[in-house]
């Protein structure tokens, strides 16, 4: 990695921090207040893209000689967005709207340094599909999980991949949070080396 460059995670998610680690080169998390309500008759995809640049855009702005990494996730089912659900009855919700259905979750990322206005984006689309199973199996994984923080309320990574029938993406990490191709892609055009090299 050039010297002169260091790189920021812009998210407080555990999750995208460990994925990002999984690359072995240094980085710090800062985490990025903006709003992230939907706007009148803004589109899933307008939306993604909006809040991954503001995300990288407030903390890039604070530090600008730093490369920054903003990202986001939404669920797109037949053009309703599904965000994070916060609580058990919201999450069962959920769940329950997308029984037997393919949900599209679009994973979007930003890859911006202020001082020299350089930024890259790109949006991961994910399909998933979902079985159909019965309520109580449904709040026993919501009890066991408790996914309350994650878009559509069903960690891959983990329990949640009992509720799936099927996963298709082009960037397998992107349904966890961070599209790790893309990402490695976007650092080597700015010059970073995957994995940073040993000192010495």
């Not at 449904?138 to 996963?167: Q, R, T, W």
């Amino acid at each position: 990695m050039q010297e002169k460059h260091s790189l920021i995670l812009a998210s407080s998610s555990v999750y995208r921090k460990e994925l990002l680690s999984r690359l072995q080169i240094p980085f710090n998390c800062q985490t990025p207040n903006i709003d992230e309500t939907q706007r009148v008759n803004e589109t899933i995809d307008a939306l993604i893209e909006r809040l991954s640049t503001e995300k990288a855009t407030a903390i890039a702005s604070q530090n600008p000689d730093a490369w920054v990494i903003g990202s986001d996730q939404v669920a797109d089912l037949d053009g309703q967005a599904i965000g994070k659900p916060g609580t058990f009855e919201k999450a069962l919700a959920q769940l329950e709207m997308m029984q037997g259905k393919t949900v599209v979750f679009k994973t979007g990322v930003c890859f911006m340094h202020f001082a020299s206005k350089r930024s890259m984006y790109a949006c991961i689309p994910t399909q998933v599909t979902f079985h159909t199973l019965d309520k109580q199996i449904l709040e026993n994984y919501l009890h066991a999980e408790k996914p309350y923080d994650c878009a559509g309320s069903a960690k891959s990574e983990g329990l949640g991949i009992m509720l799936l029938s099927k996963v298709e993406s082009q960037d397998p990490t992107a349904l966890i949070g961070l599209p790790l191709i893309t990402i490695a892609n976007f650092l080597r055009l700015a010059h970073f080396q995957i994995p940073a090299p040993l000192i010495s």
